[in-house]
């Protein structure tokens, strides 16, 4: 990237470079390589090597037949190797690219997310990392998604990504992302700053699927504005080995009547670490948001978040964490927190965490099924939430993810 | 046939059936009444083969084979199939998929449609199963599930408490398919073991054996007609003293 945005976020980034996150284990960036690979800019994507593409379609994204996608973006270790769009009124490019295209970007950068967060963000920063830009204009409304890939190539290697997202008044967008790496035995890092900016009325639909391997460490770094009757709709969706993710994504309603809506299915085998918040700020009357955590530990360690702070009349939020500790080891902590400011608001949660009831699995046997089919068929529907308001193209990409990965839990 | 022979069934260590003997034939449709508390519920549980209630004492022989100390599931696939009549919610698991799992897991939707419709549970193959279900829904749902499996012997804990007149109706309609209709008289295999505290259901199901159980015994035999009728003008004394009649005099 070539294009400074400011000197200050400079200066603050230096400033913040030994800074430790506040949650989650502490990694040396020291340990990886952030030299750039040499992947060459790819026209057809889908003349990708094929056990790339295999590892891309493993985490959503798909490049052989692209018609139900409105755009793709996807970058290698710190490379764009390609992005493109089929839909008028879409607009994806590399950050980098839109950094030197508009003028205005300086409003988006380092907005929602600030730079001095930790040494993560200042890194970032500091290196001048690239990243995707996706925006649906004024009033567009998309069917289907963009779908954006972050790869992991290089062994030892951090990938850094900046990512911007804006969805102009009144305007629909869809995005998949799937993050994902080369199998590897050697370690690797990826960090990807997300900043969300949801407009007046726009609707956006962002489904992230996480398929790392069992030595990646990961460091997302999220923040979202949501405008008036805008909608912000997460899914999360990590149920492959991963060493250790942390992030806890902050979202604010800053418009009257905006709604978050925050899905996370989460799965720990032996050996992940994985410590997944969601904020939610409530700043304009009548906000709502519904967080819903499912967590499944086989092995693995979860600590789920969850935090909201209500400061308008009017708004509404729920929390609910359910965990299932399958097996003898593992564990989920879960964390859900309120936080009122005035009387006016209705703030509550609900968290469970057990195994799976006795009572349930007999119940399905009383039917014919065998104990494991019963377990099964319980974990299954565990993970599969019906999420309100997504659209069908997008619940069945997500069940079609959720299935791909259920061996790994049963 | 099911034999059970000198059945004792203890819960969590505590002995709550005693001594029980009872058969039923292939074709026949038999009643158990008795007061709250009395074991009715435990001994279907018995014999459904729910891990905890633990055999003490006794057989249970079902199609011929000793199936004491089968597991509940294999004691389901060898087809005996019971109503909840408190059934858990499991939450992510659809109506549709307790339809499909009774189905011997067969997706077939046209089938589902069919045995939705007919238990009037159209809307509910979508939802989780019994999660903010009525009382009367859940018995709906239980015998539809019934009706998917169908089971040779049927165990039906009290089918009709809680429903209300139109839907008792449909109710017995349900269970007359599962213990008659879909059995031919000529080769009627299908066996039924149903509690009742009403007797409802006997208008829709031809019963010639009931039972009284009191305090984990079963006292009385007789015609389910009349056995109904002593308990209504009488309550349960009648039961408890034929019960008592059969305990050898101390001195
Ligand atoms: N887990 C348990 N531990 C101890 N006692 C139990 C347990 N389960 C059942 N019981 C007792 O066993 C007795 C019989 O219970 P059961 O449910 O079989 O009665 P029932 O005849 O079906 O009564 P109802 O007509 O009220 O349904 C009751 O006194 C009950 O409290
Ligand atoms: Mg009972």
């Known amino acids: 990237?070539?294009?400074?945005?400011?000197?200050?976020?400079?200066e603050k980034a230096k400033a913040a470079i030994d800074k430790k996150a506040a949650l989650g284990e502490d990694i040396d960036l020291k340990k990886y390589t952030g030299k750039d690979s040499e992947i060459p800019y790819h026209k057809d994507p889908s003349e990708l090597p094929s056990d790339v593409k295999e590892r891309m379609l493993g985490a959503g994204v798909i490049l052989e037949d692209t018609s139900q996608r409105s755009g793709t973006y996807l970058q290698m270790d710190n490379m764009p190797v390609?992005?493109?769009t089929t839909q008028e009124g879409v607009e994806v490019?590399?950050?980098?690219?839109?950094?030197?295209?508009?003028?205005?970007?300086?409003?988006?950068?380092?907005k929602a997310v600030a730079v001095d967060q930790d040494k993560y963000t200042a890194n970032i920063e500091l290196n001048n990392y690239d990243g995707y830009f996706i925006r649906a204009l004024k009033g567009q409304k998309t069917v289907f998604p963009v779908q954006a890939c972050l790869y992991l190539a290089k062994e030892k290697m951090v990938q850094n990504v900046h990512n911007i997202i804006i969805?102009?008044?009144?305007?629909?967008?869809?995005?998949?992302?799937?993050?994902?790496?080369?199998?590897?035995?050697?370690?690797?890092?990826?960090?990807?700053?997300?900043?969300?900016?949801i407009k007046k009325g726009a609707k956006v639909t962002f489904t992230m699927i996480h398929s790392w391997n069992p030595d990646t460490a990961v460091r997302p770094r999220t923040g979202a504005f949501v405008e008036d009757n805008g909608l912000f709709m997460s899914n999360y969706l990590l149920m492959k080995p991963v060493h250790s993710?942390?992030?806890?994504?902050?979202?604010?309603?800053?418009?009257?009547?905006?709604?978050?809506?925050?899905?996370?299915?989460?799965?720990?085998?032996?050996?992940?670490?994985l410590d997944i918040g969601t904020r939610v700020l409530l700043n304009a009357k009548g906000a709502r948001t519904e967080i819903i955590s499912r967590a499944i530990t086989t092995g693995g360690d979860?600590?789920?978040?969850?935090?909201?702070?209500?400061?308008?009349?009017?708004?509404?939020?729920?929390?609910?964490?359910?965990?299932?500790?399958?097996?003898?080891?593992?564990?989920?902590?879960?964390?859900?927190?309120?936080?009122?400011?005035?009387?006016?608001?209705?703030?509550?949660?609900?968290?469970?965490?057990?195994?799976?009831?006795?009572?349930?699995?007999?119940?399905?046997?009383?039917?014919?099924?065998?104990?494991?089919?019963?377990?099964?068929?319980?974990?299954?529907?565990?993970?599969?939430?019906?999420?309100?308001?997504?659209?069908?193209?997008?619940?069945?990409?997500?069940?079609?993810?959720?299935?791909?990965?259920?061996?790994?839990?049963? | 046939m099911l034999k059970i022979k000198d059945l004792s069934v203890a819960v969590e260590g505590k002995e709550i059936i005693h001594d029980v003997n009872l058969s039923i034939h292939s074709g026949e449709t038999h009643v158990l009444f008795g007061p709250n508390g009395a074991g009715k519920s435990t001994l279907l549980m018995s014999i459904m083969g729910f891990p905890?209630?633990?055999?003490?004492?006794?057989?249970?022989?079902?199609?011929?084979?000793d199936i004491t100390h089968m597991s509940l599931d294999e004691r389901a696939r060898m087809g005996i199939g019971m109503s909840f009549q408190r059934p858990p919610v499991v939450r992510g698991v659809k109506t549709r998929d307790m339809i499909a799992a009774c189905l011997k897991q067969s997706n077939d939707s046209v089938e589902i449609a069919k045995l939705a419709d007919k238990a009037d549970m159209s809307d509910f193959l979508e939802r989780d199963i019994n999660y903010g279900f009525s009382g009367g829904e859940i018995k709906r749902s239980e015998l539809m599930q019934l009706l998917a499996q169908k089971p040779e012997l049927t165990l039906l804990d009290e089918p009709e408490s809680g429903v209300d007149l139109v839907n008792i109706a449909?109710?017995?309609?349900?269970?007359?398919?599962?213990?008659?209709?879909?059995?031919?008289?000529?080769?009627?295999?299908?066996?039924?073991?149903?509690?009742?505290?009403?007797?409802?259901?006997?208008?829709?199901?031809?019963?010639?054996?009931?039972?009284?159980?009191?305090?984990?015994?079963?006292?009385?035999?007789?015609?389910?007609?009349?056995?109904?009728?002593?308990?209504r003008e009488r309550g349960y004394d009648e039961c408890i003293q034929c019960y008592l009649g059969r305990i050898p005099p101390n001195d």
């Open chain 1, 1 to 10: 990237m070539t294009k400074k945005t400011s000197s200050t976020f400079q």
């Open chain 1, 82 to 84: 390609h992005y493109s």
């Open chain 1, 93 to 110: 490019m590399p950050v980098s690219q839109a950094l030197e295209k508009y003028d205005w970007m300086p409003d988006y950068w380092w």
């Open chain 1, 167 to 197: 969805a102009e008044e009144g305007s629909e967008l869809h995005i998949i992302t799937g993050c994902t790496a080369a199998v590897r035995e050697e370690f690797g890092l990826h960090v990807g700053v997300s900043e969300f900016y």
């Open chain 1, 245 to 273: 993710i942390q992030m806890n994504p902050t979202v604010r309603c800053v418009g009257e009547n905006s709604t978050v809506r925050y899905n996370s299915i989460l799965v720990a085998v032996p050996g992940s670490s």
């Open chain 1, 302 to 410: 979860i600590t789920a978040r969850g935090y909201i702070e209500g400061n308008a009349p009017e708004v509404k939020g729920h929390l609910e964490c359910r965990g299932l500790i399958l097996g003898e080891k593992g564990s989920i902590y879960s964390i859900p927190e309120l936080k009122g400011n005035l009387a006016n608001i209705d703030l509550s949660h609900e968290a469970a965490i057990g195994k799976i009831a006795e009572e349930e699995v007999e119940y399905l046997m009383a039917r014919g099924l065998t104990k494991a089919e019963a377990t099964a068929a319980i974990v299954r529907g565990f993970l599969h939430v019906d999420i309100e308001g997504l659209p069908p193209l997008l619940s069945a990409e997500l069940k079609k993810a959720v299935d791909a990965s259920e061996k790994e839990v049963m």
């Open chain 2, 52 to 65: 905890k209630y633990t055999i003490t004492k006794g057989s249970i022989t079902f199609k011929g084979k």
């Open chain 2, 170 to 231: 449909l109710i017995g309609n349900l269970m007359n398919d599962l213990l008659e209709k879909n059995c031919p008289i000529q080769v009627r295999k299908c066996m039924g073991l149903i509690i009742t505290h009403t007797g409802h259901i006997l208008d829709y199901v031809n019963a010639r054996t009931g039972y009284v159980m009191c305090d984990g015994t079963i006292g009385c035999v007789g015609d389910p007609h009349e056995i109904l009728n002593t308990i």
